[in-house]
């Protein structure tokens, strides 16, 4: 396929492109980056397009391939979901105010570690100190799910905990 051939293929499916894009994204803005990527990378990847098969098949799923990275990624960037009201005191307080308040907070965050039950507790701290899910598997005799079940669980609880202060 020529360059001129692939301008053609894709200016013929951009709409149906941009509808699915949009049916993805939710929002115009997103998108269009989704069909600018698409085009982008469908670009540097022609000559990897098969002849006599569906261009436009190919072009959606490499379209839908970008979405589920994009997403896949956001949903691993750790969000804070927290009302600004209740970290607006912390831009404006002092260095001194907002130490007593981080130093409060490990003291409550302590004090409800050691609330925990023991099955809880011991595979958290490990954690907490560097342990792989493994090695406290290992540790503690027990099947590696029931480590990744009690940390989960201990978490859990000290959220519970913690917004109950």
């Known amino acids: 396929m020529s360059q ?5 293929q894709f200016t013929n499916n951009y709409d149906a492109l941009y ?6 994204a939710k ?11 698409t085009a982008f990378k469908a670009y540097r990847n ?3 397009y098969i002849q006599n098969t569906s261009f436009k098949n190919w072009t959606f799923t490499i379209l839908k391939n970008i979405f589920i990275t994009k ?3 956001r949903k691993k960037i750790k969000q804070v979901n927290v009302p600004i009201e209740d970290v607006v005191h912390l831009a404006n307080s002092t260095e001194e105010n907002n130490n007593d308040l981080i130093e409060n907070n490990l003291v409550h965050l302590k004090t ?9 507790r011991v595979p958290l701290k490990m954690y907490l100190r560097g342990f792989t899910y493994e090695e406290i598997s290992d540790d503690l005799e027990i099947p590696m799910g029931t ?3 009690r940390i ?3 978490k859990t609880n000290l959220k519970k905990m913690f917004n109950t202060k």
Do not use: P, W
């Open 27 to 37: 929002n115009k803005m997103d998108a269009e980056d989704l069909i600018q990527e």
């Open 4 to 8: 001129i051939q692939f301008e053609k």
């Open 19 to 24: 509808g699915f894009a949009l049916k993805l």
């Open 147 to 149: 480590v990744k079940s």
């Open 112 to 120: 409800n570690i050691s609330k925990l039950s023991e099955k809880s």
């Open 46 to 48: 022609f000559h990897k």
């Open 152 to 154: 989960n669980y201990a």
């Open 71 to 73: 997403y896949r990624r």
